[in-house]
């Protein structure tokens, strides 16, 4: 479903933040990306949403070279990821409930239809009895978890999740997993950047290692997994 071909990325001042990467990533396959800080985790994920453009190579979704997407198409392409960001990216002014609202307002979805879904959302993430909450008024793993209700709210295909376990005790950090490993089971492509290795091999899935901007390994998943994984 995703495939990066020799793809490269460097940015003004000579930073190479990706240099050279090959990997697919099948549909309805659930991977981890590991590596250093600095190693290109992020600047990989921002490439699959179109956040970022390579500098060199091809990134394809569904077959489709999206490094050459026109920009007026972009918007379609992002409701069909959801990204969960390490700063969690939440409108400070808004209670939770608008924020985790926000995508379905954009795709023009029903009132009703948006109340359930979000109150489903937030029921999933714990959050239910922070609807009328604002942003400043949660905790570190709080707010995390409200960004990883909006990122599931418009039902995308294929989810991206950007340390997503950073800001939460080790309870909340099995849990979190536990909902990603429920998404992929109804078919959602989930690609997660951690540093968390203790999880990450207690999870038995495909793992990518980044170093200095490069896949150095592609470590398939463990014995008993339900991944698809592949080396690509």
């Known amino acids: 479903m995703i495939t990066f071909e020799h793809v490269g990325k460097r940015y003004p001042g000579g930073i190479q933040a990706v240099s050279d990467v090959n990997f697919h990533l099948e ?31 091809q990134v394809l979704f569904d077959g489709r070279n ?40 954009i795709a023009g979805v029903s009132f009703g239809e948006i109340q359930r879904r979000v109150r489903a959302a937030l029921d999933k993430v714990g959050l239910l009895d922070k609807e009328a909450m604002y942003p400043p008024m949660l905790s570190g793993g709080e707010q995390q978890r409200v960004g990883i209700a909006r990122a599931i709210i418009g039902r995308p295909p294929v989810l991206l999740a950007d340390e997503p376990t950073g800001n939460l005790d080790p309870v909340l950090s099995e849990q979190l997993m536990n909902t990603f490993l429920q998404l992929n089971e109804t078919g959602v492509t989930v690609l997660i950047a951690s540093h968390d290795l203790d999880l990450v091999r207690r999870l038995r899935r495909r793992v990518l290692v980044l170093a200095n901007g490069e896949i150095i390994d592609d470590v398939a998943a463990g014995p008993g997994s339900t991944s698809g994984a592949r080396d690509g």
């Open 27 to 57: 549909r309805g396959e659930l991977a981890f990306l590991t590596g250093h800080s600095g190693a290109g985790k992020s600047t990989l994920l921002r490439l699959i949403a179109l956040l970022e453009r390579p500098s060199r190579g």
């Open 66 to 105: 999206v490094s050459k997407l026109a920009r007026r198409h972009i918007p379609y392409l992002r409701r069909r990821i959801g990204v969960i960001f390490q700063d969690h990216r939440l409108l400070t002014d808004k209670r939770v409930f608008d924020n985790v609202a926000l995508p379905l307002l």
